[in-house]
């Protein structure tokens, strides 16, 4: 079943990609414009500490660590479910009959049909200073790196859950193509330290739009700030979120009217 | 001047058709405003940051947030799209100035946006009551207005420009995303472009960007001298004219590539 399935990924990101460098204007583009938003965003930080030492206690190379943080999740996420932001148009020209006949779980064909090669591209680099960045704090251990490691991928799972009811969204009310929108906007919250915001925004963004757990709280643990109940927490909640989002999207499926048939 | 008028009343009834998205699209602007607060919030705490007080910051901000709704649409990335797929053809056939009748189009979305955007502003600020500055100076209201209307016309010209790389190709959207994002930074439209260094900072008010959003609320918040601000406007002005003119040029030019796809 895996085996099936992971084949089937990698013919879809082979797919993927080559649609991707036969547009190679369109290739460019993206990739330098994923590059500017990075630099501008990096500038604006290394801005902020040209006028200030700290920002809500933290130094320049921890918020740039909670900078790159957003940079990885975010980009995994594109990279791995872009296929959510063209659901909508399968959805309303009827396209998505023809995805729920195929003989392969319909979610999965759905989210993981656009592979994006300019997100690989872009993750190297930004790894890459990430590396950098961490020898620059200096004082992270194998185990805040494990933990880092480890709560990325629960941060992951929850991402996944957020793409699973965007989607349900999206065939339950065709219009509702902002909802992922709506999250891209959110995770920017993860751009800076969680302790700028007040208790009740941190709160709201813990567990409602739980974007402090996807970014901070892995970053958190690499910058050995991280209470440990925190890694339970995190692997908690992305079970809890991933399974109510699959039933969302089962109750979903139920209002899909097919617009071509 | 009717017609435009009922193409405005039919684009904002389309918009309201979609409600649901359009309080969702909202809500992504909410939150940017909220994260931009914050920030600037942690950074005043312990006086003034960069030359500006914890007020002028949160007015910014707020301004920001007011004016990329009107100034900033999305109407015209269609205009590339619609080249593509031929179905521009008929605008070829209606007793229309395209140029005008997707301004006018846009016109609708923008005006919706800002009076939800001054409403999103009221709410934040009831929530939160920070401090922020009511403008009363009326010649700095006066310039103030005025730079809206030029900045209006600004990323308008500059919008509609970038779609017309449809007719020589059919992939617009790419440079569309670069350009977006090269907009949405150098017009200032997250932080006040003077926290950059000299340098950066006169590279970036050389560009027409920086009149967008920049440019007006440095009028309000009066951080421009009465010989800075005549430059600029001055400036600014070229810039339209000298891309109205390269619109012109390559509309002309584009049209007789135009391929009419679909027909």
Not at chain 1, 228 to 255: E, K, N
Request: overall charge positive.
């Amino acid at each position: 079943m895996i085996k099936k399935y992971l084949k089937l990924w990698k013919l879809l990101a082979i797919l993927s990609a080559g649609s991707i460098l036969s547009n190679r204007i369109d290739f460019v583009s993206y990739l330098f414009g994923k590059f500017i938003r990075f630099g501008f965003f990096f500038a604006f930080i290394l801005a902020i500490f040209a006028h200030s030492n700290s920002l809500a206690g933290y130094g320049k190379y921890e918020v740039i660590f909670f900078f790159l943080t957003f940079n990885i999740v975010d980009t995994l996420g594109q990279l791995f479910f872009r296929g959510i932001y063209d659901f909508r148009n399968e959805v309303r020209l009827g396209n998505f009959d023809y995805t729920i006949s195929k003989p392969v779980n319909a979610l999965f064909f759905s989210l993981s049909r656009a592979v994006d090669l300019i997100d690989f591209i872009f993750l190297i680099p930004i790894v890459l200073i990430a590396i950098y960045v961490g020898f620059q704090i200096g004082h992270a251990t194998i185990y805040n790196i494990f933990a880092y490691i480890i709560l990325l991928f629960f941060g992951l799972f929850v991402i996944l859950g957020i793409h699973i009811i965007s989607a349900a969204l999206i065939v339950w009310k065709t219009e509702a193509e902002n909802a992922i929108w709506l999250y891209r906007e959110s995770m920017t919250i993860g751009r800076f330290p969680p302790e700028i915001f007040s208790p009740k925004i941190k709160f709201l963004f813990t567990y409602f739009m739980p974007i402090i757990i996807i970014i901070s709280i892995p970053a958190k643990a690499f910058l050995n700030m991280l209470n440990p109940v925190w890694i339970l927490i995190s692997f908690l909640y992305a079970s809890l979120f991933l399974g109510f989002s699959v039933l969302i999207w089962r109750r979903g499926l139920r209002h899909y009217s097919s617009a071509s048939s | 001047m009717k017609k435009y008028w009922t193409v405005f009343k039919m684009s904002w009834a389309r918009e309201l058709e979609y409600r649901f998205n359009f309080f969702l699209w909202r809500l992504r602007s909410f939150i940017g405003m909220t994260l931009l607060y914050f920030v600037w919030f942690s950074l005043t705490l312990k006086g003034k940051f960069a030359g500006f007080t914890e007020a002028e910051l949160f007015t910014y901000v707020f301004g920001a947030n007011i004016l990329r709704s009107i100034i900033f649409g999305s109407q015209t990335r269609n205009i590339a799209e619609e080249i593509n797929n031929g179905w521009f053809s008929r605008y070829l056939l209606m007793p229309i100035n395209h140029f005008w009748f997707e301004f006018f189009r846009e016109l609708a979305q923008r005006t919706l946006n800002f009076i939800s955007s001054i409403f999103e502003v009221g709410i934040f600020i009831l929530i939160a009551k920070p401090n922020f500055i009511l403008e009363k100076n009326f010649s700095s209201l006066t310039f103030f207005f005025f730079s809206i209307i030029l900045a209006l016309f600004l990323y308008y010209l500059l919008s509609y420009l970038v779609s017309l790389v449809a007719f020589w190709s059919r992939e617009a959207m790419g440079p569309r995303f670069l350009f977006e994002w090269l907009l949405e930074f150098s017009s200032g439209a997250y932080f006040p472009l003077s926290v950059f260094s000299e340098f950066l900072f006169f590279t970036l008010m050389s560009l027409p960007f920086a009149y967008l959003l920049y440019f007006p609320l440095s009028i309000y918040l009066e951080k421009m001298h009465n010989s800075e601000l005549i430059n600029f406007f001055a400036l600014e002005l070229i810039w339209i004219f000298v891309i109205a003119f390269i619109t012109k040029y390559i509309w002309s030019k584009g049209l007789k590539r135009f391929t009419g796809e679909g027909i």
